[in-house]
C-alpha cells in the first residue's frame, strides 16, 4: 500500500524559507508523477508545483520564481523548496503521487507564514 508522509511544515516569517519533504513508502515511485498542492478550508485543492517521472516540472503562477520543487529517486523522496513566504502561502500543502490509476495523497503539513 501506498503511503505518502510530508514533513517540514512550521511557523515561518514572511520572506523566510521552508523546505517540505515527502518520502514515499509502498510505491515505484520514480515511474510517477509526483506533486504538492494546498488547500484553504473553504477552497478547492490546488496545485503548487509538480515534477514528471523525467524530472520536468510545472508550477502555479503564485509561486512561479520562488517554490522549487525537486526529487530523489534513490531516496523515493519529493521536495519542495519554498522561499520568499507570504502571508497567502499559509495553508496545508499536500504530496501527491499520480499512477495510471489512482492518485494518492498524504495527510498533509501546515504551513504558516506569520509576523
Known amino acids: 500500500q501506498v503511503q505518502l508522509v510530508e514533513s517540514g511544515g512550521g511557523l515561518v516569517q514572511p520572506g523566510g524559507s521552508l523546505r517540505l519533504s515527502c518520502a514515499a513508502s509502498g510505491s515505484i515511485f520514480s515511474t510517477y508523477t509526483m506533486g504538492w498542492y494546498r488547500q484553504t478550508p473553504g477552497k478547492q485543492r490546488e496545485l503548487v508545483a509538480a515534477i514528471t517521472s523525467g524530472g520536468r516540472t510545472n508550477y502555479a503562477d503564485a509561486v512561479k520564481g520562488r517554490f522549487t520543487i525537486s526529487r530523489d529517486n534513490a531516496k523515493k523522496t519529493v521536495y519542495l523548496q519554498m522561499n520568499s513566504l507570504k502571508p497567502e502561502d499559509t495553508t496545508i500543502y499536500y504530496c501527491?503521487?499520480?499512477?495510471?490509476?489512482?492518485?494518492?495523497w498524504g495527510r498533509g503539513t501546515q504551513v504558516t507564514v506569520s509576523s
Open positions: 501527491n503521487e499520480r499512477t495510471a490509476t489512482k492518485n494518492y
